[in-house]
């Protein structure tokens, strides 16, 4: 049986100038992640992750923690939404949010589900169902790559 792992990326720096990078948790993290699937008996035949710095640098502490080597497929399909476009869009958003984690995770959430409606798809560059078709075409596309009794990671 093909088995696909879905990763979330470790801890983002959220706060800072460039959040796309991973934090120094969130490189602990991934390396973390990666030996608990390495003592699992998980080593898988691919891995695979969106465009994104942290879905990179999470990869690359996954494979780093498995003790691995391998060429990582970048699919852009796996690409996360624009957060900052969900907010942003919002006419009243609460200016701590910009560095304040819990402010924005509920902005956030307000976004989202504004999003989610598709009643404003005219103000986003991608719609909610553009991405959700996006990540559907992605998630095929790896388990259409996979032979049988392969093992992909996604981040």
């Not at 959220?14 to 390396?31: A, N, P």
């Not at 999470?58 to 060429?71: Q, V």
């Amino acid at each position: 049986m093909s088995v696909l792992y879905l990763v979330r990326h470790g801890q983002a720096s959220f706060g800072t100038d460039d959040y796309d990078r991973l934090s120094d948790l969130g490189k602990e993290q991934s390396s973390i992640t990666g030996r608990f699937l390495a003592a699992q008996g998980i080593e898988p035949d691919r891995i695979v992750h969106g465009e994104m710095l942290r879905q990179r640098q999470t990869a690359e502490g996954l494979l780093e923690g498995m003790g691995l080597s391998m060429d990582a497929h970048v699919d852009s399909g796996w690409n996360e939404y624009a957060a900052w476009e969900l907010t942003g869009v919002l006419d009243d958003v609460d200016p701590r949010a910009k560095h304040d984690s819990k402010i924005f995770q509920g902005e956030l959430e307000r976004g989202a589900a504004r999003w989610a409606s598709g009643e404003h798809d005219e103000d986003y560059r991608e719609t909610y169902n553009q991405f959700t078709s996006r990540v559907d075409r992605a998630l095929d596309d790896a388990v259409a790559a996979m032979g049988s009794g392969q093992s992909t990671i996604v981040v």
